[in-house]
């Protein structure tokens, strides 16, 4: 099977400009991730959509982040504006069924704020 | 909440010596644990999980990791490393009940495989 597709691999920006990334999960899976990897640090959560619907974005900051999933397929991440510490690989990954041990990841967006 | 301690930030190895990659964990509830690997730009790739049962889980590749309920641990190991092991290695956690499937994850271990 297809693995999940993220685009762009890598994007420059620089601050106060903003960002968009999409990510394409396995075909049916129902629930998608979006993580923040720092470097030097494991990945955190962001946000968690079952289908179509947000299951947990209480570390998503809301005040510059936005995700959407509108048809239940695919997602986009935003960040607008963009801040420094913003710097950071940002991984999508699919569940079928939002078992942890299903997960699959993409290969990531590295974004780096100038 | 749950949260993941993996000791040591790097660890050099030499090729076909043993490796161990310590983690340890603070979760109120009972825990489902994974190893993931990544390689240089790549994604995260699942490398062994507990889920339950024996607490000795082992991959493909010849890792291994024990659960260890009383020490709150899930230490892996490998007898004998080879050079395309050098990878970050992650430890997470997720809770096995009360329905929130959020992987809570470690700083990663990076391990170098020296010739």
């Known amino acids: 099977e297809a693995g999940v597709a993220q685009s762009p691999r890598y994007k420059i920006i620089e601050k106060r400009q903003s960002v968009a990334f999409w990510c394409n999960p396995i075909s049916g899976h129902a629930t998608l991730y979006w993580y923040q990897q720092i470097l030097g640090q494991g990945p955190k959560l962001l946000i968690q959509f079952q289908n179509n619907g947000v299951v947990d974005d209480s570390q998503l900051p809301k005040d510059r982040f936005s995700a959407e999933r509108l048809k239940g397929v695919d997602s986009t991440l935003k960040i607008q504006p963009a801040k420094l510490e913003d710097s950071a690989v940002y991984l999508c990954a699919s569940s079928l069924d939002g078992r942890p041990y299903g997960y699959t990841f993409g290969s990531g967006t590295r974004l780096t704020v100038v | 909440a749950q949260s993941v301690t993996q000791l040591d930030s790097q660890v050099p190895v030499f090729e076909e010596a043993p490796v161990e990659l310590r983690c340890n964990y603070s979760?109120?509830?009972?825990?489902?644990l994974f190893w993931y690997v990544q390689y240089p730009n790549q994604g995260l790739q699942l490398l062994l999980k507990y889920l339950s049962g024996s607490t000795l889980v082992e991959s493909i590749n010849g890792f291994e990791a024990e659960f260890n309920k009383s020490q709150t641990s899930f230490h892996l190991r490998k007898p004998s490393v080879h050079i395309s092991d050098t990878a970050e290695y992650f430890c997470?956690?997720?809770?096995?009940?009360?329905?929130?499937?959020?992987?809570?994850f470690g700083k990663g271990t990076k391990l170098t495989v020296n010739p």
């Open positions: 997470a956690v997720s809770p096995s009940q009360g329905g929130s499937e959020k992987l809570v």
């Open positions: 979760s109120s509830v009972s825990v489902y």
